[in-house]
Every structure is written in C-alpha cells, then in structure tokens.
C-alpha cells in the first residue's frame, strides 16, 4: 500500500482530497497509545466520508467499516489496549464486496475527499498521541458505477413493529449492528415484492455466519441481495422491511447499493488502454 496522507490525533479531524489516477482499495489506519485508564474501542474512531463532486458516496461510522471488512475480506485489525497501543483500520471498498474489478477513477474535473472525525479516539491519546493514515495503491481498470452505503438508523420507543421501503433501487446489501443485542423477535425483507427472509434475529445471524464463511459468529449480520456475487442481479432492486421490536431499542442500519456511472465509465476505459498501450509501447523499444 502506498501512503497518501498522515495526520496527528491532535488535530481530531481530517479532510484530504483524493489525487489525480486510478486507484483501489482505500484503508484508513489508526494508530494511538491511550492514557492512563483509557482504552480504545471501534466506534471512538468516529465518521468517515468519502464525497465525489460534493455528494456522499460513503457516509457511515469507521466501526461498521472495519466490522464489514472483518466479513467479507477477512480479519481487518481492531487491536485496543488499555494505557497502549491501539490500532484499527477501516476500508474503503470502489466496488460491491464481491466485486474486485471495479476502480476509483479520478480525474482532473474531479473534487474527491475523504472527511473523517476521531475526536473520542484524540482525546483518549491525548497525552501520548498518535496518527491516521491514508493508504491505497494505483489499479488500472474501468470504474463502471459508485459503491454507496449509507446508514438507516431506526429508533423507537415502546414494543413496536416497523415498517418501511428503502426509497433507492440497486441495493445489493442490507447490514444489521450487533444485532444479538437487540430486542427484535423478528425480521421480515422484501426483495422487488416478494419475501425473502422472515426469521428470527438469531437464524439471520447464523446464516450471515455461514453465508460469508465466517469462523466464529459475527455480531453484525449482512444480507445479500445477489448471492450469486454478479452485479447484474441487484439491478433494478427494491427493498422493504419489517422488524418487531419487544421494547425500546436503537436498530444500527445500513445500506449498500450502486449507482452506474456510463461517463465515468467510458473515460476510465480510455485512461485503463492508453496506460496499458503505453507500458507496451516501453517494452517494446
């Protein structure tokens, strides 16, 4: 991985723009020693956005980042301490889990930063300090659409079943927090009408569990709305939902989904070939 930007803890915040090229993965990495009787956690890392050309592509918490990582990849650090040394990272992805072809194709029209907040993180090192990193490395290749996810949080008050459409189409994950913790009897989805899931919490889970190939239980839950991991297959989806609560609670929700980019598409096939023909062109001579 290649370093693009660090910044001291101290400054509790980040902004930095994306430069020009075609890139990967992006990883942001936290580094800090706690003080006296403080030890760090995934969610003292705070926000993190990704904006392209002043929308939200990525607007979620580092926790759910790392916890998604940690499902679909394998192990992302989460490593904390007590009065020690804390790291964790959070990824990034330019394409659906499933999806390594797709890229982040920045070009000279284009205004990309990644906006972070890790003030709980800072003033748990306040002391000693630490730093966040922000890593990727170039990639060739064609970005054919943006990679979104979004939260959806839902809270209520009293034992209550909720209900409700996901107003966005192509959706091709929806990821449920720590959801053993929560009083919820059971989960209802819908994909393009038709139900696909009504079930316990607990199932869901364990399906989650092996569904991904996880070693040991996970507590954040993801369903796929294209199993077969072709991208063609969350074209056009629409998702609802229904969950029974039991008693007050706060239900962790987000969404994945993709959102085509025909320019972006063509201009970054264009860039891909006229790299490729040049690293030919050298060989050659």
Not at 100 to 122: H, P
Request: charged share 20%; aromatic share 10%.
């Amino acid at each position: 991985m290649r370093l693009l930007y660090s910044q001291s803890l101290a400054n509790k915040t980040l902004t930095f723009y994306l430069p020009k090229g075609q890139w990967g993965n992006i990883i942001v990495e936290y580094i800090g020693t706690t003080d006296t009787g403080q030890t760090g956690q995934r969610s003292d890392m705070g926000s993190v956005i990704l904006n392209w050309n002043g929308e939200d592509i990525v607007n979620v918490d580092a926790e759910i980042l790392n916890l998604l990582a940690n499902l679909y990849g394998g192990v992302a650090e989460a490593t904390f301490a007590t009065a020690g040394l804390n790291r964790m990272i959070a990824i990034l992805t330019p394409g659906v889990w499933y999806d390594s072809q797709n890229i982040f194709d920045v070009a000279d029209t284009d205004k990309v930063y990644i906006k972070l907040d890790f003030t709980t993180f800072a003033n748990k090192c306040a002391t000693s300090g630490g730093s966040v990193n922000i890593y990727s490395k170039p990639k060739v290749g064609v970005m054919n659409y943006f990679h979104k996810i979004i939260s959806r949080n839902i809270n209520v008050s009293s034992a209550v079943t909720v209900a409700d459409t996901f107003p966005i189409s192509n959706v091709s994950q929806l990821y449920l927090k720590n959801l053993a913790s929560r009083n919820i009897s059971n989960i209802q989805i819908n994909k393009d009408d038709e139900n696909i899931i009504d079930c316990s919490p607990k199932l869901l889970n364990a399906y989650s569990d092996w569904i991904h190939l996880l070693e040991t239980t996970n507590g954040t839950v993801a369903v796929d709305f294209g199993e077969s991991k072709d991208i063609r297959e969350v074209i056009g989806t629409q998702i609802s939902y229904k969950y029974t609560f039991t008693a007050a609670d706060t239900l962790e929700q987000y969404f994945s989904y993709v959102e085509f980019t025909p320019e972006k598409a063509s201009q970054s096939r264009l860039t891909a070939q006229n790299k490729i023909l040049k690293n030919i062109n050298k060989r050659i001579q």
